[in-house]
């Protein structure tokens, strides 16, 4: 009965840790299959990131790429005003427009002359009247002379030879003054003409190299026997750029001549006030020394 019992007990005890054995195997089990989903489920979702990072790689590339091509493609179709300017000059032909350029080069040559010479030729009206008139009060003739002498400008010279002739009364000084004022003003006006005339022959010469190029257009019409767009379009177009080139020649130098031409001008009602002035001077002068 013992031994019934003791084997009994032997086969629970050995029951039990069978199960135990088996609940222990089942858990490692259920954690490894855990662990292979979260690790399944991370790799999935890693994948995902990286497909999606791949894929906005991709869309950035493009879209850069897309930019570069339309940049390459509208960079050559914009082009700087100069470039076309200088591609139409050269489309124009070398023969006409050569002259047109050369008589833009000579007048600006002119222009740019005039504008220095009559830029020092501008003087302190005033401010020379009054050194004449303290040179006089103090010195005399002579130190008002030298005062002119080192003064330059049109009016200093009208001044200087209006002194000169002091001792031969005024009405000499008076006639002095209208004669060196007609010289200064020639001096003042010299070259104006030679740029009027270059505003006049730009446009001529480019109105002559049209009417060139037209008679070429229908001299090829003529030789073809047939009206072919294409056969004189490229014959009307030089015509059409020569008389262009001349027109914007003629402009050019017609902005810089009317600025020439206000500037004689100023210089010239300067040099009449100035005149005026000086005379009173030497009168008032006369009087004090008589």
């Known amino acids: ?22 609940q222990e195997d089942m858990a490692a089990t259920e954690e490894v299959v855990a662990d292979s989903a979260v690790t399944e489920t991370m790799d999935s ?52 427009m050569s002259f047109v350029l050369l008589a833009l080069v000579l007048g600006l040559a002119l222009v740019i002359e005039r504008i220095i010479y009559l830029t020092f030729a501008q003087t ?8 004449v008139e303290g040179a006089l009060n103090n010195g005399g003739i002579e130190a008002a002379k030298e005062v002119c002498r080192n003064t ?4 200093a010279t009208i001044f200087f030879e209006g002194l000169d002739h002091y001792s031969e009364g005024l009405d000499m000084v008076d006639k002095s003054i209208m004669s060196v004022g007609s010289v200064e003003n020639g001096k003042l006006e010299k070259g104006v003409s030679w740029i009027s005339l270059f505003i006049a022959l730009a446009p001529m010469l480019g109105f002559m190299g ?4 037209m008679i070429g257009a229908f001299d090829a019409i003529e030789a073809a026997g047939d009206i072919n767009p294409s056969l004189v379009a490229g014959g009307i177009k030089i015509a059409l750029l020569t008389t262009v080139f001349g027109l914007i020649v003629a402009i ?21 006030d100035a005149s005026i002035s000086f005379l009173d001077l030497l009168v008032a002068f006369n009087k004090k020394n008589s």
């Open 1 to 22: 009965m013992k031994k019934a019992l003791s084997l009994f007990a032997i086969v629970v005890l050995s029951m039990g840790t069978v199960n135990a054995y088996a």
């Open 45 to 96: 979702a890693d994948a995902a990131v990286d497909s999606a990072a791949a894929t906005t790689d991709s869309a950035v590339t493009e879209e850069v790429a897309e930019e570069e091509v339309v940049v390459e493609e509208s960079a050559p179709a914009e082009k700087a005003f100069t470039q076309i300017l200088k591609e139409k000059f050269i489309e124009g032909g070398a023969f006409f």
């Open 124 to 131: 302190n009206t005033e401010k020379l009247l009054n050194e």
């Open 152 to 155: 330059r400008g049109p009016v």
């Open 210 to 213: 049209t009417v060139i190029g």
């Open 252 to 272: 050019i130098l017609q902005v810089f001549y009317n600025l020439i031409v206000a500037m004689i001008d100023s210089i010239v009602i300067n040099m009449e």
